[in-house]
């Protein structure tokens, strides 16, 4: 009977106690998810033929383990080569529009400032546009720039996106195509 009167009394109090919430829960109850400033050296190369390959420092970050990139940096880092695009912004319907194979135009501020180590991003409420389709990204915003993750936009714009476990390199190419990992 103590035994029962154990089991029972147990069960209520492990009833009684808050669930643990996990953090990704709770940044998602607020609307918010950390974002912290990218440990990985971004390398890109857009060139076949000759080794152009060159490190870069534009703001990424990582939001839910992965690589979040600015996309208008993105747009830059890949313009004039094979797959290159163009990026629109309309405001009046809050809509971002992709066009693959596209030259970039740029609108000035790219490839410039620093990430935070650490800020909260959220996501994005506008609508995306590929090559003119209505795609569904997760896509973030933070102080007001649409963060794209790396390897989604490598997916759908066949881009290369590589990864160097040794030395925590991320390799951008526009001179390849996507490669699943």
Wanted: proline share 4%.
């Amino acid at each position: 009977m103590k035994k029962l009167h154990a089991a029972v009394l147990a069960l209520i109090l492990c009833l009684a106690l808050p669930a643990p919430v996990s953090a990704a829960a709770q940044t998602q109850t607020d609307g918010t998810f950390p974002a912290i400033a990218t440990n990985n050296t971004i390398v890109v190369s857009n060139s076949a033929d000759t080794p152009d390959a060159h490190v870069v420092h534009p703001a990424v970050y990582k939001i839910e383990g992965a690589n979040y990139f600015k996309l208008r940096d993105l747009a830059m880092l890949l313009s004039g080569s094979e797959k290159q695009f163009s990026v629109d912004y309309d405001d009046a319907s809050k809509t971002v529009s992709i066009t693959s194979g596209a030259p970039y135009t740029p609108i000035g501020g790219e490839l410039t400032g620093t990430a935070a180590e650490t800020c909260s991003a959220i996501v994005s409420n506008n609508a995306v546009l590929i090559d003119g389709q209505s795609v569904t990204l997760a896509v973030y915003k933070i102080d007001g720039a649409n963060y794209f993750g790396l390897r989604d936009l490598g997916k759908i714009l066949d881009f290369h996106v590589g990864y160097h476990d040794e030395t925590k390199s991320v390799f951008i190419s526009g001179a390849r195509g996507y490669t699943p990992e």
